[in-house]
């Protein structure tokens, strides 16, 4: 069982800042992709952004492009989502997942975190 363990979230004001944070063992060895998730109450669970663990290529969802970075440090098998110009609308419960194949689509990934709750409000 791959154990992915996430940090990071809180409540930020409208137009903050958050940097979440995303740890595996596994990450050095077969798991080629990490995905950031979120899911909003009463809505489906959406891919944010994904980074490939062996050249570092990206993907994020429209709605972030600009304003939220993923990253990654492969020495400390950790990723990063680091969130800027945060909106209210951002709010939900964030996941890290990982899996064989650079995707967005939360049905490609096999092994998730716990999730991290993220609030924007005023």
């Known amino acids: 069982q791959v154990q992915l363990v996430e940090s990071g979230g809180g409540l930020v004001q409208p137009g903050g800042s958050l940097r979440l944070a995303c740890e595996s063992p596994?990450?050095?060895?077969?798991?080629?992709?990490v995905g950031w998730f979120r899911q909003a109450p009463g809505k489906e669970r959406e891919g944010v952004s994904c980074?490939?663990?062996?050249?570092?290529?990206?993907y994020y969802t429209d709605s972030v492009k600009g304003r939220f970075t993923i990253s990654k440090d492969n020495g400390k098998n950790r990723v990063y989502l680091q969130m800027n110009s945060l909106k209210p609308e951002d709010t939900a419960v964030y996941y890290c997942a990982a899996t064989g194949k650079l995707s967005l689509d939360p049905f490609e990934y096999d092994y998730w975190g716990q999730g991290t709750q993220v609030t924007v409000s005023s």
């Open positions: 596994r990450f050095a060895l077969d798991l080629v992709a």
């Open positions: 980074i490939s663990m062996d050249d570092g290529s990206t």
